[in-house]
């Protein structure tokens, strides 16, 4: 069974950071993109970032772009996000997301696997 565990979440001033970690475990290989999304109380949920285990490329939501970064371990399925200048507006649930196919449909807001998600609350 997979699962995806998210952690380092939780609550930090506007212009703080906070690094979120995404652990998984039961696949038997690299996942072929990971993704974070996030939900905001009263909102859809958006997605934010995106990496291929391939080759690596990253794309980001204009929304975080500049302040987020998305990273992975070489070889293993743990993907992280480093979240820069935090805004008020940021805080919502974060889900880690992963793709086990030759596709990456993090844009159109699906994955064949989620975690549980992970509060993040930043305050002004």
Same mark, same amino acid.
């Given at each position: !069974?997979?699962?995806?565990?998210?952690? *380092?979440?939780?609550?930090? !001033?506007?212009?703080g950071s906070l690094r979120?970690?995404?652990?998984?475990?039961?696949?038997?290989?690299?996942?072929?993109?990971?993704?974070?999304?996030?939900?905001?109380?009263?909102?859809?949920?958006?997605?934010?970032? !995106?990496?291929?285990?391939?080759? *690596?490329?990253?794309?980001?939501?204009?929304?975080?772009? *500049?302040?987020?970064?998305?990273?992975?371990?070489?070889?293993?399925?743990?993907?992280?996000?480093?979240?820069?200048?935090?805004?008020?507006?940021?805080?919502?649930?974060?889900?880690?997301?992963?793709?086990?196919?030759?596709?990456?449909?993090?844009?159109?807001?699906?994955?064949?696997?989620?975690?549980?998600?992970?509060?993040?609350?930043?305050?002004?």
């Amino acid at each position: !069974q997979v699962q995806l565990v998210e952690s *380092g979440g939780g609550s930090v !001033q506007a212009g703080g950071s906070l690094r979120l970690s995404c652990v998984a475990s039961g696949y038997p290989g690299n996942f072929f993109c990971m993704s974070w999304f996030r939900q905001a109380p009263g909102k859809e949920r958006e997605a934010i970032a !995106q990496i291929y285990t391939g080759g *690596g490329a990253k794309n980001y939501a204009g929304s975080v772009k *500049g302040r987020f970064a998305v990273s992975k371990d070489y070889g293993k399925n743990n993907l992280y996000l480093q979240m820069d200048s935090l805004k008020p507006e940021d805080t919502a649930m974060y889900y880690c997301a992963a793709e086990s196919r030759s596709r990456c449909r993090t844009w159109i807001g699906e994955a064949d696997y989620w975690g549980r998600g992970i509060q993040v609350t930043v305050s002004s």
